[in-house]
């Protein structure tokens, strides 16, 4: 029996060991392929998670007579696939908010740039959801460190970073496709 087969078959019985393995062997390419299609770093890093966190969970979906390489790039397109979707509906959403948007306050005026930015910010904290959006308010609203962050909503600090992090690239990409 080639090593192949007996990784594929150890990881459709649920051996975690297998897991590793499979992570270590195809990793590179689910990244790759996600980067490629994303063309967003951190976007191609949660991508690339729920690629092999699908896998596993559906890991009694896998045939094992059949390359895992293969079955993980049928996930990879299909988790490409939603993200994408994903992105699309946002930029929808910001489209849709945008139009609504009042072009005059109640005194005739017109409404400044400022106003309008603040409020594109604000709807985009509000799509992140919790615990980015609280997150960032409270770093960059409230000016707390984010060792206060974490003590505050009992989260790793790491855990704080990451949110800080992932929160600001969506929020750059957010307000990069509403013009802002």
Request: glycine share 8%; charged share 30%.
């Amino acid at each position: 029996m080639d090593h192949d087969d007996d990784l594929g078959r150890r990881f459709a019985a649920g051996d975690p060991e297998a897991m590793r393995e499979a992570y270590d062997r195809h990793g590179t390419l689910v990244f790759s392929l996600c980067v490629t299609a994303l063309r967003h770093r951190e976007d191609a890093e949660d991508a690339a998670q729920q690629v092999f966190t699908r896998a596993w969970r559906s890991r009694a979906t896998y045939d094992p007579s059949r390359p895992l390489g293969g079955w993980l790039t049928g996930i990879t397109r299909r988790v490409v696939a939603d993200v994408g979707a994903a992105r699309t509906r946002q930029v929808r959403t910001v489209e849709a908010e945008a139009g609504r948007l009042p072009r005059e306050d109640a005194a005739g005026d017109p409404v400044s740039e400022s106003a309008v930015a603040s409020l594109v910010v604000r709807q985009a904290l509000d799509r992140l959801g919790p615990p980015q959006d609280e997150v960032l308010r409270l770093a960059f609203l409230e000016d707390l460190p984010y060792p206060h962050i974490a003590e505050r909503l009992s989260l790793p600090l790491g855990t704080v970073k990451s949110h800080v992090h992932r929160g600001l690239a969506a929020l750059r990409r957010s307000l990069e496709v509403s013009g802002v």
